[in-house]
């Protein structure tokens, strides 16, 4: 009997033996294609995981270049692109579709001044570019003619604009009053700010929208400026202004803008420097100042010009007041004043303080504009003292000199 139980579990033994080794064969075999898979990577399966494990790059826009892509699908007629590029840009900014109209008017503007050459030069076979012939150019620019249009770009950007302009809102959701008051009462408050000759609030306005430009346009806002500053010494005696608006073909804001003008409501300064040699008790250091001092002209409408040259102990801020007919201290003069074109003549400059003097002063500056229709610069082209008693003139040297600028002040009226 036990003899037969130990028969059994040797063979029991045995047999399961033999299903572990076979199982075991069966394992190694699934194994191996993995294993040689892993050792010797095939091209195509190294493409497929860097395909899967790179990134694709994503293209970013900002809010204006959707909107302006969204406006391009939206005429090609695919909405719902356009829908969806429309939702993006104003998730991402709420007023991007302000901005594309600013850019858009801004491509019209640049439209309408600058012109294509109908046939541009011919590029040449050569990689060095051929001299430049001055004289030549020179030449070509004697027969250059301006015409209205190059004179006037503002007025081809306006034609363009449409005829029922209204005042609108910055914001969308808010009410503009301006919408309420008709043209004439809008008229009226800028012809009341050229009276007091405030023109920066005139222009700052027109720049707020098409239609307040439209309207600050109008001549009545600017003929009484006009008429009221372009009298003698400002223009010649033998001109008239209507001489002048005749010459700009009755637009009087082209006048105020572009016909040289002397600033009453301010004065010009010029900052000058030279430097001094020093004393020093040892040889071997130098010494040297930088000596700063300002010449203040300030022109009067009634022809009166005040002069005053005062050193870097004077302050600007202190002397502008006191820059009056009735101011009296050392190196201030009264003289007389009168513009031809853009040059401007100073004469019988003399010290109010001594009586009878024996010599007066004369200037002689050129007037310029920067930008245009600022004329805020005076260059000094002469300055003579002159014997009263003879006649005779002596020129001063003006190498320290430097430009007169113009600065306003508010509390001269004119």
Not at 54 to 68: A, D, N
Not at 101 to 115: C, G, L, P, S, Y
């Amino acid at each position: 009997m036990e003899a037969q139980d130990t028969e059994e579990l040797a063979r029991f033994r045995q047999k399961w033996k033999e299903e572990l080794k076979h199982t075991k064969e069966k394992h190694s075999e699934t194994i191996k294609p993995g294993d040689a898979l892993n050792d010797q990577p095939s091209s195509s399966s190294a493409e497929v995981r860097d395909a899967v494990v790179q990134p694709v790059p994503v293209q970013r826009h900002t809010p204006l270049e959707q909107y302006t892509l969204a406006v391009q699908y939206e005429q090609q007629g695919l909405l719902d692109e356009a829908l969806t590029l429309y939702r993006q840009s104003f998730r991402r900014d709420p007023n991007v579709d302000k901005a594309y109209h600013r850019e858009e008017q801004k491509k019209a503007i640049a439209a309408h001044t600058f012109v294509q050459p109908k046939h541009p030069p011919a590029e040449s076979s050569s990689s060095r570019p051929a001299p430049i012939q001055t004289d030549a150019h020179i030449l070509d620019l004697k027969h250059l003619t301006i015409t209205d249009d190059t004179r006037r770009p503002l007025h081809a950007v306006l034609a363009n604009f449409p005829h029922d302009l209204v005042f609108l809102p910055e914001d969308d959701n808010k009410y503009s009053p301006f919408r309420l008051l008709p043209e004439e009462i809008v008229i009226h408050i800028l012809i009341e700010l050229a009276r007091i000759n405030d023109t920066t609030t005139i222009e700052r306005f027109a720049s707020v929208s098409r239609k307040g430009r439209m309207l600050s346009l109008d001549g009545a806002i600017w003929r009484d400026l006009a008429r009221r500053i372009y009298i003698p010494p400002q223009i010649p005696e033998s001109l008239t202004v209507d001489d002048l608006v005749s010459a700009y073909k009755e637009d009087y804001r082209r006048i105020y803008i572009e016909q040289p003008r002397l600033r009453l409501d301010g004065v010009y300064i010029a900052v000058c420097h030279y430097v001094r040699n020093g004393l020093s008790e040892n040889h071997w250091v130098s010494v040297t100042h930088l000596v700063t001092y300002h010449r203040y002209l300030r022109f009067l409408p009634t022809g009166e010009v005040l002069s005053l040259l005062a050193n870097e102990d004077a302050n600007p801020q202190h002397i502008i007041p006191l820059l009056k007919p009735e101011l009296r201290m050392k190196g201030f003069m009264i003289g007389r004043w009168c513009l031809d074109g853009t040059t401007v003549y100073i004469t019988e400059l003399l010290d109010p303080g001594s009586q009878p003097a024996k010599y007066s002063f004369q200037m002689t500056l050129n007037l310029k504009s920067r930008p245009l229709g600022r004329w805020n610069k005076l260059d000094l082209a002469a300055y003579d003292s002159v014997d009263v008693a003879t006649g005779e003139a002596s020129s001063f040297t003006l190498k320290h000199e430097r430009p007169y600028w113009f600065s306003k002040v508010r509390s001269y009226r004119w």
